[in-house]
């Protein structure tokens, strides 16, 4: 069986460096200790780099990010740092596009004592899954929408082979969602079918992969009702999926119910590659100050574990995946050792060190 795992680690910007320096710790001795090994290699890349270079993500970057076993992505990109025509440096997108990231997993987890601007039910907890497409949709003219002196236009592409690729893989999710005990195996599109033809395809696309799924259940929600429920009854969701555009924005408001960009993690999906990142950005206005939020960034190192583990069958790897995200779930709920973005006042390294004490106490 394989047991040693190459990373592919990019440190990013702003505030990248600093949270990627702990997480890096944590999985190194979570490791340590398990019958596998994870090797670390550097990867530059970013806006920095870019400003130093002149390339934003060097050909030997892109090379060992395709022949790692799994890829580390922190915070890229700085507003003071464009390209000519004014767009932001964005890697990470690039390696969406290249390595055909086609399903963004961005889990919603809320528990009691956590801080939520939620008025939860006593002893409700919030547990789903948002899959946002991230190769098409609104994105997909990124960089080349037309744009004369009246006029702007972009183009939603949705394709039926990155649509079948995507409900399949939200299929699975709730299959293993349920067989664990975490979820119901159900599956939610979230689309806007009653007014564009595009939606009404990608419903129909779900539909007969829907019916492949006789195990689970499935229905459908409009986007805008669906932004409604996630503040009104968000417990009842599982797994949803969605359109790149549509998931870009839910995803936010999921991470504002979570209490913040701060404790929201992320992974970009493929068939033979994944990248692993918090959803928040650079944040340049702390940067430099050690007082980083480092819990996105060790949430998305748990589920790059839970996802080798999951992919090469490693039992090892799969329970330190769930042992960090507890540990780490354990210090928000606890509340005493949080940073600023949640209120505390705790640094980035007492942070992570109180997650690496949870590990030990659980
Ligand atoms: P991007 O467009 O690159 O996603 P953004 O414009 O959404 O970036 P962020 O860099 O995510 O902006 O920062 C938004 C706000 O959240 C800033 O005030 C920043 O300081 C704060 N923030 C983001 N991430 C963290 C973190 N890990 N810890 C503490 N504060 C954070």
């Known amino acids: 069986m394989k047991d040693t795992f190459d990373i592919a680690v ?13 997480t890096v710790e944590l999985l190194r001795r979570l490791s340590q200790q398990s019958g596998y090994h994870l090797t670390f290699r550097d990867c530059a890349a970013g806006a920095s780099h870019y400003a130093e270079t002149g390339q934003s993500l060097p050909e030997a970057s892109m090379q060992a990010a395709r022949a790692a076993d799994a890829i580390l992505l922190s915070a890229m990109g700085l507003p003071s740092v464009r390209y000519p025509d004014g767009t932001e440096i964005s890697p990470q997108i690039d390696l969406r596009k290249v390595l055909h990231l086609f399903a963004g997993v961005r889990p919603v987890r809320i528990f009691p004592g956590q801080k939520t601007p939620l008025k939860l039910p006593p ?33 939603l592409l949705i394709t039926r082979k990155t649509s079948e690729l995507l409900f399949d893989f939200a299929f699975d999710l709730a299959r293993e969602r349920k067989a664990s005990g975490q979820g119901r195996g159900h599956v939610t599109c979230v689309d806007k079918a009653n007014v564009f033809r595009a939606f009404a395809f990608f419903r129909e696309l ?13 229905d459908h929600a ?31 408001l999921g991470a504002g119910l979570m209490g913040g960009l701060g404790v929201a993690p992320s992974a970009d999906i493929g068939l033979d590659h994944a990248v692993f990142q918090p959803c928040h950005g650079s944040a340049p206005d702390i940067a430099g100050q ?63 060190r109180a997650v690496s004490a949870a590990i030990a106490a659980i």
Not at 10 to 22: K, Q, Y
Request: glycine fraction near 10%; charge should be negative; proline fraction near 3%.
């Open 10 to 22: 990019f440190h990013g910007d702003g505030i990248g460096p600093e949270i990627t320096r702990p």
């Open 222 to 252: 409009y986007v805008d009702a669906t932004a409604l429920w996630f503040v009104q009854k968000p417990w009842d969701f599982d797994v949803l999926v969605t359109e790149n555009m549509f998931g870009d924005i839910l995803s936010d």
């Open 123 to 155: 002893e409700t907890s919030v547990d789903f899954v948002l899959i946002r497409e991230s190769t098409e949709g609104l994105f997909h003219t990124q960089g080349c929408g037309e744009v004369t002196r009246n006029e702007a236009r972009e183009t």
């Open 206 to 218: 779900f539909d007969a992969e829907a019916a492949k799924h006789p195990d689970l259940t499935s």
């Open 290 to 352: 050690g007082i980083a939020n480092p819990f996105a960034m060790i949430l998305s190192g748990a589920m790059m574990l839970e996802w080798l583990g999951r992919r090469h069958s490693n039992a090892a790897l799969k329970s330190d995946g769930v042992l960090l995200r507890q540990a780490t779930e354990a210090v928000i709920a606890e509340g005493s050792v949080l940073t600023g973005d949640l209120g505390g006042t705790a640094t980035t390294e007492q942070a992570a």
